[in-house]
């Protein structure tokens, strides 16, 4: 498996350059209502989506969450007082892109 950081590796299927594409990981993470048990989490889908099926929800590098669908989410099962460390990756028939840059949430 060859992986870059333009997202290509040669595992799966081939897109349109005979490479594997892995899905961009989304940007923009910005937290929307925060009660003491959800958070919605708003983003910027990747613009080359390459077949994104859906996002991973990680709360310090561990998955909390998988989602289908549009650009915002909302986080149940939280604890009040808590702070959250968000991030979030696309996925696609070939695999889970990087992570997306932390986003911190605190729950009230």
């Given at each position: 498996?060859?992986?870059?950081?333009?997202?290509?590796?040669?595992?799966?299927?081939?897109?349109?350059?005979?490479?594997?594409?892995?899905?961009?990981?989304?940007?923009?993470?910005?937290?929307?209502?925060?009660?003491?048990?959800?958070?919605?989490?708003?983003?910027?889908?990747?613009?080359?989506?390459?077949?994104?099926?859906?996002?991973?929800?990680?709360?310090?590098?561990v998955k909390i969450g998988q989602y289908s669908g549009a650009t915002?989410?909302?986080?149940?099962?939280?604890?009040g007082t808590t702070t959250y460390s968000i991030t979030l990756a696309?996925?696609?028939?070939?695999?889970?892109?990087?992570?997306?840059?932390?986003?911190?949430?605190?729950?009230?």
């Open positions: 498996m060859i992986d870059g950081s333009s997202g290509s590796r040669i595992t799966g299927n081939k897109g349109s350059l005979g490479l594997y594409i892995l899905p961009v990981a989304p940007t923009g993470l910005s937290s929307g209502a925060v009660t003491s048990s959800t958070a919605v989490i708003n983003f910027t889908a990747p613009a080359a989506k390459y077949g994104v099926i859906g996002y991973n929800a990680y709360n310090n590098g915002s989410i909302t986080l149940t099962g939280l604890t696309a996925y696609n028939i070939n695999g889970v892109s990087t992570q997306s840059s932390a986003l911190s949430v605190t729950t009230p």
